[in-house]
């Protein structure tokens, strides 16, 4: 079988035509990144952390790119930071217990001069189902999204009391 050089050919070409044609399809229909239009809305996808006690959680939209963090929690109050890749003109943040409620927002005030970070203190969520909700404003365009608030609690094999 191996001696036969039109198979050897075809064992050689086959891988090869193969890539060509994967790369080729994803160029043709993939969706081409455009950079966002001022007074436009985007919606920000919240990233693997923001599920799990990490006390972070990072929220992006192509180059826009923000991080929670998590600085305190107690019984009644929640201390949030964010920082953002770029300046941002304004962000409000509500903690809800559930995705249908409605809550007032919360402006965070910028904590330097660069306005890529900023802090809020909020009621402590009543549970880790209760969702954070985040409204960005930057370069004249609105950033949207929210998030479970599992990772407001920090917690590792670390930290975890030895018995």
């Known amino acids: 079988m191996f001696k036969n ?3 050897i050919v075809a064992l050689i070409v086959a891988p090869i035509l193969a890539i060509i044609a994967y790369l080729g399809i994803d160029i043709a229909v993939s969706e081409k990144p455009h950079a966002a239009k001022k007074g436009e809305t985007y919606k920000l996808v919240s990233k693997s952390n923001c599920r799990y006690t990490s006390g ?3 929220m992006e ?3 826009f790119k923000i991080q929670f963090r998590s600085e305190t929690l107690s019984s ?3 201390a949030l930071s ?3 890749a770029i300046p941002l003109q304004g962000i409000k943040v509500s903690l809800v217990d559930n995705q249908q409620d409605q809550a007032s927002p919360v402006a965070m005030t910028a904590s330097d001069d660069s ?3 900023w802090q809020v203190s909020l009621p402590a969520p009543a549970s880790q189902e209760s969702w954070l909700r985040v409204a960005v404003q930057a370069n004249d365009s609105v950033y949207y ?3 479970q608030t599992a990772f407001v ?3 590792t094999l670390l930290n975890q009391d030895q018995e």
Do not use: R
């Open 5 to 7: 050089k039109h198979f």
């Open 56 to 58: 972070l959680c990072d």
């Open 61 to 63: 939209n192509g180059d």
């Open 76 to 78: 009644d109050q929640l």
């Open 82 to 84: 964010l920082k953002a």
């Open 115 to 117: 306005a890529q970070q």
């Open 145 to 147: 999204g929210d998030t």
């Open 153 to 155: 609690v920090y917690e």
